[in-house]
C-alpha cells in the first residue's frame, strides 16, 4: 500500500480497490468497522485502529501463530493491544478471525468471541465490545489495556513467563513453549515511565521473544507530539539494548513484513519497530488530534469511505470473503502448528509424565496435594520475628512443592525476604531461575508480574509498603483482571523507624483496602503470617497484597489463642472473655500483641474485653452476617481499633465515636526516629489501648 | 585525587592527606562525619556520602552560587540531593558551609541550620537531621527526597520554574532570576519511570540550567547493578536532547570542576555527568552493596580512617579550619552575588514598581488583594455544566489576576479544561508562556508541579481521576512539604461512562481522603467549584486535590438553598426540614442533586430529611466539634452517604449498618456503558435514595 500523505481535505486514495485484493479489503474493512461502531456509540476512538489497520492485518495474516478455534492454546504468540483506546482495532481483528468464545467456565461456549452484532453495540452496557479491552470479559484479548504503558509492562512479563516456561518445560524434541509476543503501542506508551522501565528490563533481559511496534503518528491529545516529546525514541531503545528498525509507512505493509521477518530471526534481543502513521488516515481530520478521541461525524465517515473507494451507504459492511480469507490465512498457518502441538503433548506426557503432570495443574490454575505441607507451624516466641522474616521461611517451605512459584522484588529481596533461597537468579543467561530481579522499577515490576500472571505463572512482586505508591496502577489492573499475582509489601507501618515520614506508610493500608477484589492481609504474627500465605495461593483469580513488618513480632501462643487459621474468614476472635463483652479491642499485624497485652491488662482492671484480629477486612465481608456478627455483636458499641496507620475505614467496624467508637491510629505523617519513641508519641502503648477502651465504654454507655 | 581502585581487604590511600590540603580534609571530613553518624545511630547508609563528598565538595566551593547567611535568596543556586538516603552528606555540607536557620516564621532563629550536635542526633526523633531530607524542617534542604526519583522530577520543576520567573521579571540591566540546579542522583533514580519523564521533558524544553550528576556506583541493594540495568545510561540522555559528559572517577576533583564548566558554559541542553564512582570509597566495604545501607560497623569505620590517614579514635571530627575554610569557599563566592542582587532589586523597585509588587507577594506566598474578584457567580441552571467546565471558567478568571498561576495537564488539557485561554504556551522558545504541556507522564508532571512550587509559583497539574495512581508519589510528596500545588482531576467517577473500569476510578477518592494534609474538594456544582478553587489558592502551604466531573451537573437555586460558602467549611447543611431531621443526606459531588432531589422526594412522602454537602472531610474535620455537631447531630443516627465511588471511609459520617448507617456507593468496579445505564445499574436514582433513606430510619428506631 502507499502513502501517508495528508492533504487538508477528504484524502483520495488512488487505486484502492481496484485490484480488490484480500489484503485492501480486510485493512479497509478493519478501519470501516471500526469508524461505524465509534459513529455509533457517539464515543470512542477511530483514528489509530484507521492508521495501524495495515500493521495488525499484517501481523494476524502473516505472522501470529494463532487458531482462532482455541484462543487458549498455552503455545499461541500473544498479540497485546497496549493502546487498548484503540479497541475497535483488536475487536475488528477477533471478529474477522472467527476466534471462537471460551466461556468461563474454560469451555467454548459456540459463540463467536466478537460477532458483528456485538461490534455494534461498541461501549454498551455488558457488551462484549467494551470501551477498552478486558481480559476475561472479550475472549482473544490477553490482557486488559488502556491505562497507558500497561499493555507495555505486560508484554514484558508475557515474554518472560514463555523464556522460563521453555526453560524448565521443553525437551529435547518438545518445543513446548516457543512464542512470540507482539505489542502495538503508541506516543502515550512511549511517554508513560512505566515502558521505559519495562523496556530497561527487556533490553537487559536479551528478551528476543518480545517486539514492540511503535506507533509514531507525531499527534497527542493537546496537538503535535512536538508540544512535549521530541526525544529520539528510536535511539533511547538502542540504549536500552533493542534491535530497532523504521517503517516510514504504515500502509506499507511489504515493509512492515520484512521487518518482522527481522524480528522473527532476531536472537539476541528485543526489537522495536518505529513505524510512521497517520491518524485518522484517508479520513478529512487525519492527521489531527481530533481523530483521536471522538467519532468522525457522519458527513466525515461518509467521505472517507468514498476516499477508500467504499460504499458510503453501508455501516459496518463485511464484503463477501473477506473475513473468510482472513480467517483463512490464520488458520493455515496456527491450526497445523496447534494440532502438532497437542500431537506432542501426548508424547510429552508419555515420556515425561512428572513435567506434564505438573504443566497440567499450572495451566489449570491449580496447586499440587499437600502444596503447602512444609509450611511450618511457628512455635510460640515473646521475642518472635518480623513477619517478612516468617514470610520468607513460608514462601521458601511452599516454593519447594510449586516449582511456578516465581517473583523477585525491586531491589529490595534483602529486605524484603522474598528470594528464594538455593535458586538462581533469572537472567539472559538462565532463563530458568526463579528470583527475578526488577530492578529499582516498581511500577515496571507490576506490570510484569501481571503479564507473568497472566501465562499462568503465579508470580509476586514484593517492595517497601510506601512504594506502592510507585505500583497502584498494575496493582489495581491485577484486580480488574483478577490475577493470581501475589504483591509483597514489607516495612508496613511507623515500624520503619528511623527512615522518617518518606518511607512511613501511614494511608497505603486504606488505599489498598479500598481497591474492590484485591484481598489485603496483614497478618498480626508468624503463623498468621503461614495462613496469609496459603489463602494467597490458593486463589489463582484474585490478587493479594500480604503486608508485612519490619520489625520483630511475638509469635502468639496459640495454646492459650484461638488458631490462626481464623485468618482465612479475615476476622476472628482471638481472645474473650467471660460474658458478653464491655467492650472490643481489633487489631491488624504489628499491633495484635499490643491489643492482647491491653486485654490482659483491663482484665486486671476487671474489665470484660475481646480481641478480634482482623488481618483481612476483604476476607470478613465475605463472610456471612451471621458469622460477622458473631465476632463483633452489634450490641457491644465500644470498639477500639488499633493500627499504626491511617484511621480511614475502621470506622466500618468500631462506629461513630459518638456511639462508642475510638480508633488509635496515626493522623499525621510519622517522624524519623527509632519505633521505641514513636511508638511513645503516637500512643501505641498497652497503657494507652486501655485507657482508650476505657473512654470508649463510657461513650457507650 | 586519584584512583577508584577497591582491592578486597582495607583500602589504603597514598598520599592522602600528606599535602593536608583543605580539599582532601574537607572531603574527608564529610565521609567521616557520615560514617560516625551512621554508626552513631546505628541506621542509615554511609557509602553514598562516602564515595560523592568529592563531588560535593566541588559544587558547593567552586560553583554552588549561595549565601549561607540567606539561604532563602531567591536567586540562589538550587542542590538538590536525589539520593535522599545519602542524608549525611547533605547534613555535612549544610554543616561546613555554616548555613544559617531560617525559622517557620521565615526569620532567622540565630542557630545553626545543621550543627555538629544535630549531625550526632542523626536519625533521632525532632532532630534537625531526620533519615532523609525533609524540606521544611532543616534549613539548606531544597525538596524532601527519598522515594527514588522524586528529587530529579523535582529538578526540573526547579528549573522550568528559574526559566518562567527569568522571562517575567528579568529586564534589561535586571536578572532577577539567573540560576542553575545542581543534582545528585543514582542508579535507583536513573531505574525509576519518573525520572525518564522527567529528563524527556527537560530535553525537550532545552532546560540549560539544569544540571544532573549520576553517580554511576554499579551497584544495588540486591548486588551489582548488572543484575538488572545494564543500560548505556549516558546514550539514553542523548536521546532526550541532553548534554553528556563522563568522569572516569568520582574522586578526580578537577575533571568534576571541568565537567561542571562544560555545563554552566552550555546554552541550549541540560547537562547530564555520569560519574563512576566506588560506594564507601576507602573502606573495607568499599564497591560492595553492604556499603550502602547499613552502618559499616566501629571495626570498619576505624579501618577507613587509618585508610584515610584520618585520627582513628576521633569521632564527629572537624579539624580545625576546615569548615572556616569551606565556607569561606561559598561565601567569596555567593555574598558578593547576592548583595548585588538586592542591591538591583532596590533600583527595580524604583524602575518596575509593579513587577516589584509583583514578586513581593509572590515570594511571600501572598494573593493580590481582591485576586478573586473575577470569579463568576454561576446562576441556577436545571441542565448546568460539567465541573471540569465551571472549573474552566473559575480558573480562567482568577489567573488574570495571579499571573504565578501557571500549570498543564499531562496531555488532556482539552479534557481537564485547564487551559489559561489567550495565554501562550510554555516551550523552549517562550519561557513565558502559561499553559504547560508535560506529555502523557503523569508522574513526571506531579514531580514538576511540586518543583514549580518549591520556587513560589502556584502551579497546579491535571488529569483523570483515576491516573492518579500514576501520580501519587508526588501527591504524597506535596502534602508531606506542604506544597500549596493545586492537583485538578477530572472524570472522577463511573460518570466517565463508556470508557469502562480501567478509566473509571472507584478508590480514589477515599485514597486521596486517607493522605494526611492534603486537602481532597470534590464540589457538587459551579458555585461549590468557586469556592473550591478559592479554598486551594488561599493556602500556599497545602496541596489541595480538585475532583471533577466529566458529565453536566445541575447549577444549584442557591436562593432555595444554602450559600456554597459554605465548601470553606468542608460540610455544610445545604437544605432542611422543619423540626429535627428523621435522616440526613450526605453527598458529594455529582450525587449532591441526586439527594438534593431525594430530599424532595422524601418530603413529598412526609419524610423530615436533611440535606449535607459534603466537599471535603479534611476542611470539616478541621472545625471545632460544636459546628460538626449541628451539621451533624449526634442524635440522629438514619444517615445515607451517596457517592460513585467506593464507601471507604463514609462510616466515620454515617455510622455503622446495625445503627442506622448507610451508603448508596460502588462496591466493585465499573463497566463500560453510556452512564445514565450504570447511573440504574449501580442505584444512583433519587428513588433508590429514598428507599434507602426509609431503611436507615428503620435500622436506626
Redesign the interface.
Known amino acids: 500500500m502507499s502513502s501517508s500523505e495528508a492533504p487538508a481535505a477528504v484524502k483520495p486514495v488512488p487505486g484502492l480497490h481496484e485490484d480488490g485484493s484480500p489484503e485492501r479489503l480486510a485493512i479497509d474493512t478493519i478501519r470501516t468497522l471500526s469508524m461505524d461502531a465509534v459513529q455509533k456509540?457517539n464515543?470512542?476512538h477511530p483514528g489509530t485502529p484507521m492508521a495501524l489497520a495495515p500493521v495488525g492485518w499484517t501481523i494476524w495474516s502473516q505472522f501470529l501463530r494463532y487458531d482462532p478455534a482455541h484462543a487458549d492454546w498455552p503455545n499461541r504468540d500473544r498479540f497485546v493491544l497496549s493502546v487498548?483506546h484503540a479497541s475497535m482495532l483488536l475487536y475488528s481483528l477477533i471478529h474477522l478471525a472467527g476466534i471462537e468464545e471460551i466461556g468461563a467456565d474454560g469451555e467454548k461456549s459456540g459463540k463467536e468471541a466478537v460477532s458483528l452484532a456485538d461490534i455494534e453495540q461498541f461501549?454498551?452496557?455488558?457488551?462484549k465490545t467494551?470501551?477498552?479491552p478486558?481480559y476475561r470479559h472479550t475472549t482473544g484479548v490477553e490482557t486488559?489495556?488502556?491505562?497507558?504503558g500497561a499493555g507495555c509492562g505486560n508484554s514484558v512479563g508475557m515474554a518472560i513467563a514463555e523464556r522460563w516456561l521453555a526453560a524448565r518445560y521443553n525437551k529435547p524434541g518438545f518445543p513446548v513453549y516457543d512464542h512470540d509476543v507482539y505489542v502495538l503501542c503508541g506516543?502515550?506508551d512511549m511517554?508513560?515511565?512505566?515502558?521505559?522501565?519495562a523496556a530497561?528490563?527487556a533490553?537487559?533481559l536479551k528478551l528476543s521473544n518480545l517486539c514492540w511496534i511503535y506507533d509514531s503518528n507525531h499527534i497527542?491529545?493537546?496537538g503535535g507530539t512536538d508540544?512535549?516529546?521530541?526525544?529520539?525514541?528510536?535511539?533511547?531503545f538502542?540504549?536500552?539494548?533493542w534491535n530497532v528498525l523504521h517503517i516510514d509507512d504504515a500502509n506499507d505493509t511489504g515493509a512492515i513484513a520484512a521487518a518482522l521477518r527481522t524480528f522473527r530471526e532476531t536472537n539476541d534481543k528485543p526489537t522495536f519497530i518505529v513505524v510512521h502513521s497517520v491518524i485518522g488516515w484517508g479520513s478529512p481530520k487525519a492527521g489531527s488530534e481530533k481523530a483521536h478521541g471522538e467519532p468522525l461525524g457522519e458527513d466525515n465517515v461518509r467521505a472517507t469511505k468514498k476516499a477508500y473507494g467504499w460504499p458510503e451507504d453501508k455501516s459496518f459492511y463485511v464484503p463477501d470473503g473477506v473475513a473468510e480469507a482472513f480467517k483463512a490465512s490464520i488458520v493455515e498457518r496456527g491450526r497445523p502448528l496447534r494440532d502438532e502441538w497437542v500431537a506432542m503433548m501426548d508424547r510429552y506426557r508419555a515420556e515425561h509424565p512428572e513435567l506434564a503432570a505438573e504443566l497440567d495443574l499450572l495451566l489449570k490454575d491449580e496447586l499440587p496435594a499437600d502444596w503447602d505441607a512444609d509450611i511450618p507451624e511457628f512455635p510460640a516466641d515473646e521475642k518472635g520475628l518480623a513477619s517478612r522474616d516468617s514470610s520468607g521461611k513460608v514462601l521458601n517451605a511452599l516454593v519447594k512443592r510449586v516449582p511456578w512459584v516465581v517473583g523477585g522484588?525491586a531491589?529490595?529481596?534483602?529486605?524484603t525476604k522474598t528470594d528464594i533461597k538455593g535458586a538462581d537468579?533469572f537472567?539472559a543467561s538462565n532463563y530458568a531461575g526463579r528470583n527475578f530481579?526488577?530492578?529499582?522499577?516498581?511500577?515496571?515490576m507490576g506490570a510484569v508480574v501481571n503479564g507473568m500472571a497472566l501465562s499462568h505463572l503465579r508470580s509476586y512482586g514484593s517492595t517497601f509498603l510506601?512504594?506502592l505508591?510507585?505500583m497502584?496502577?498494575p496493582v489495581?489492573?491485577s484486580?480488574?483482571m483478577e490475577l493470581g499475582a501475589v504483591w509483597v509489601f514489607t516495612h508496613d507501618s511507623i515500624g520503619v523507624?528511623?527512615?522518617?515520614?518518606?518511607?512511613q506508610p501511614?494511608?497505603h493500608l486504606?488505599?489498598m483496602?479500598?481497591?474492590?477484589?484485591l484481598d489485603t492481609i496483614r497478618p498480626g504474627d508468624a503463623n498468621e503470617v503461614a495462613w496469609a500465605w496459603r489463602a494467597a495461593l490458593e486463589k489463582a483469580d484474585r490478587p493479594t497484597a500480604l503486608v508485612l513488618s519490619r520489625q520483630a513480632l511475638p509469635t502468639l501462643d496459640r495454646s492459650k489463642y484461638a488458631s490462626a487459621e481464623g485468618v482465612m474468614k479475615g476476622g476472628y476472635v482471638l481472645a474473650d472473655c467471660d460474658g458478653e463483652p464491655e467492650v472490643i479491642l481489633m487489631a491488624t499485624g504489628s499491633e495484635l500483641a499490643l491489643v492482647a497485652a491491653a486485654h490482659e491488662t483491663l482484665k486486671g482492671q476487671g474489665v470484660r474485653s475481646r480481641v478480634v484480629s482482623m488481618p483481612s477486612w476483604f476476607r470478613f465481608e465475605l463472610q456471612d452476617q451471621e458469622y460477622q456478627d458473631a465476632v463483633l455483636p452489634?450490641g457491644v458499641?465500644a470498639r477500639v481499633a488499633v493500627e499504626m496507620a491511617?484511621?480511614?475505614?475502621w470506622?466500618?467496624?468500631v462506629?461513630?465515636a459518638?456511639?462508642g467508637?475510638r480508633t488509635i491510629t496515626?493522623?499525621?505523617?510519622g517522624?524519623?526516629?527509632?519505633l521505641a519513641?514513636?511508638q511513645d508519641?503516637y500512643g501505641f502503648t498497652s497503657d494507652n489501648v486501655a485507657k482508650v477502651a476505657r473512654e470508649a465504654m463510657e461513650a457507650a454507655s
Chains 1, 2 share one sequence.
Do not use: C, N, W
Open positions: 456509540a464515543s470512542g487498548g461501549r454498551q452496557l455488558s457488551s467494551p470501551g477498552h478486558e486488559t489495556t488502556g491505562p497507558l506516543d502515550g511517554m508513560e515511565g512505566v515502558s521505559a522501565e530497561s528490563l533490553g537487559h497527542s491529545i493537546e508540544l512535549a516529546f521530541d526525544e529520539d525514541v528510536g535511539l533511547r538502542k540504549a536500552y539494548g522484588s531491589d529490595l529481596a534483602p529486605s537468579s537472567e530481579h526488577f530492578g529499582v522499577r516498581e511500577h515496571g510506601v512504594f505508591d510507585y497502584r496502577a489495581r489492573l484486580a480488574i523507624g528511623e527512615d522518617g515520614p518518606t518511607h501511614i494511608e486504606a488505599t483496602r479500598a481497591i474492590p477484589g452489634p458499641h491511617g484511621s480511614m475505614g470506622d466500618r467496624y462506629g461513630r459518638s456511639t467508637g496515626m493522623s499525621t505523617f517522624a524519623s526516629a527509632p519513641k514513636l508519641k
